[in-house]
């Protein structure tokens, strides 16, 4: 009995040796791989301004008034940070002292100073269609009618 046990070990230990070294009798060399699969999401923050005026003009009844309002500009938003975002807005001509945006979900004045809105994030939700919005422009004290670039730049940041 002990000559058929060494008989079998002197068979079966070159065996084990082969599957050990990635080689298999009467079978091609084992292949072992491995794939690490990553997800990479680009940050999108996007602002659209749709049907916004690229210019003011301003009568002598709107210099009067000391304010002209502009309705039928829409905001199309797209931003996938987490944590949410800001709206800034900044008034860049100076014939305006400052920029009131309604429709917004809160209130957001800007000035030359600049104003920020914080926005909740849009991650898990579909995208929002476009925001209606009007702006209230509180015209400065010096100004005079004529013909003016649109006062008033918007921007998106992270929150």
């Given at each position: 009995m002990r000559a058929g046990f060494a008989l079998v070990a002197l068979i079966v230990a070159?065996?084990?040796v082969r599957a050990a070294s990635g080689v298999s009798v009467g079978v091609g060399p084992s292949v072992r791989a491995a794939i690490d699969v990553a997800?990479?999401?680009p940050a999108v923050m996007q602002l659209r301004e749709i049907a916004r005026p690229t210019g003011i003009d301003l009568t002598a009844d709107d210099v009067a008034r000391?304010?002209?309002t502009v309705n039928g500009a829409q905001l199309d938003l797209l931003v996938?940070?987490?944590t949410g975002y800001l709206i800034r807005a900044r008034v860049v001509n100076a014939v305006v002292s400052a920029v009131s945006i309604l429709g917004l979900p809160g209130p957001l004045v800007?000035?030359?100073d600049s104003a920020t809105l914080p926005?909740?994030?849009m991650?898990?939700?579909p995208k929002p269609a476009p925001l209606a919005v009007q702006y209230e422009l509180q015209l400065s004290p010096d100004a005079v009618p004529g013909h003016?670039?649109?006062p008033l730049a918007l921007s998106l940041e992270k929150n």
């Amino acid at each position: 009995m002990r000559a058929g046990f060494a008989l079998v070990a002197l068979i079966v230990a070159p065996l084990a040796v082969r599957a050990a070294s990635g080689v298999s009798v009467g079978v091609g060399p084992s292949v072992r791989a491995a794939i690490d699969v990553a997800i990479v999401i680009p940050a999108v923050m996007q602002l659209r301004e749709i049907a916004r005026p690229t210019g003011i003009d301003l009568t002598a009844d709107d210099v009067a008034r000391g304010k002209v309002t502009v309705n039928g500009a829409q905001l199309d938003l797209l931003v996938n940070n987490p944590t949410g975002y800001l709206i800034r807005a900044r008034v860049v001509n100076a014939v305006v002292s400052a920029v009131s945006i309604l429709g917004l979900p809160g209130p957001l004045v800007a000035t030359a100073d600049s104003a920020t809105l914080p926005m909740a994030s849009m991650i898990g939700r579909p995208k929002p269609a476009p925001l209606a919005v009007q702006y209230e422009l509180q015209l400065s004290p010096d100004a005079v009618p004529g013909h003016y670039s649109w006062p008033l730049a918007l921007s998106l940041e992270k929150n």
